[in-house]
């Protein structure tokens, strides 16, 4: 009896993981309980949900897109409710809120508001608030967030409104950000006049506006990977084009009009090259 009783422990021990856990915590424990079974037999192989090999980080992602995928993850209210979302990570507060506010519109989340806002030795903890008839899908979100060059580091379910992402910047990025390198001639178009550009190199941006009969007041805005603003550059006169030096601190350009952003809607060229080819 002896043996048995110590051959069904380490079997349960084999089964016991920081995986059940979490797939608990984002299910309810009600729910899982009820698809105890069929959920055993979806994560059987725990190692595919680990990101490393060491089993050190686990991959959200995959888990609650499992979920959703089997109908095991359901989020919806009898009526419109208030969702908070808190986010944690080690950048800077104009990052993480201007991410978070690019993820969840991208969603489908137009109204919404920053609740609670703290940031300490590096560290910034911000809560969304938001009303629905659905809670926020964390397989959606999550992948809008892989998406800015960032992944969860843990996902908790505080209860059915409540939800909590510890978020690590991996490769920072911004979703309407244009990546750009050494020898690249783009010629991008936006009607609201604005342009982003992502860079991980060194080099001299140059900026030609198209339509050159109508000049423009050059805006370069220089931000580091955190969107901390490096450097400034305007130029009130009127000019056809522009170019700036990009240093191996600049992550992020943002170019457009000092005045009147719509000078630049029809589009401008840009290119990109090495300080040594100058």
């Known amino acids: ?32 309980q ?6 055993q037999r979806l994560f059987s192989d725990k190692s595919k949900f680990y990101l490393d090999e060491k089993r050190q980080k686990i991959d959200y992602y995959r888990i609650t897109k499992v979920l959703k995928d089997n109908g095991l993850l359901y989020l919806g209210f009898q009526e419109p409710m ?15 809120m201007r991410t978070i506010n690019s993820a969840l519109s991208s969603i489908g989340y137009s109204y ?55 978020l690590e910047i991996v490769r920072p990025s911004i979703a ?12 991008p178009k936006n009607i609201s006049g604005e342009y982003w550009f992502s860079v991980q190199e060194t080099g001299v941006l140059s900026i030609l506006k198209k339509n050159s009969r109508i000049g423009w007041s050059p805006r ?5 990977r955190n969107l901390q603003i490096l450097e400034i550059l305007t130029q009130k006169e009127f000019a056809v084009s ?37």
């Open 1 to 32: 009896m002896r043996i048995f009783l110590g051959f069904l422990f380490s079997v349960l021990c084999l089964w016991a993981d920081a995986i059940d856990d979490v797939i608990i915590n984002i299910m309810g424990e009600d729910s899982y």
């Open 82 to 96: 208030e969702v908070s979302l808190g986010f944690k990570a080690k950048t800077k507060p104009i990052f993480l």
């Open 176 to 187: 309407s950000a244009i990546v750009i390198k050494n020898g690249d001639r783009l010629e």
């Open 220 to 224: 370069i805005v220089l931000y580091d």
């Open 112 to 166: 919404f508001t920053v609740t609670k806002a703290k940031y300490t030795q590096e560290n910034v903890f911000l809560t969304f608030s938001l009303m629905t008839e659905h809670g926020v899908t964390p397989e959606v979100l999550l992948s809008e967030l892989k998406k800015r060059g960032i992944e969860a580091l843990r996902v908790v379910r505080k209860n059915q409104t409540d939800w909590l992402y510890e």
């Open 34 to 39: 009820v698809n105890r079974n069929f959920v």
């Open 242 to 278: 522009a170019e700036v030096n990009v240093t191996d601190q600049t992550a992020f350009v943002m170019v457009t009009d000092l005045n009147n952003p719509s000078r630049l809607k029809s589009g401008i060229t840009v290119t990109f090259s090495n300080f040594s080819s100058e």
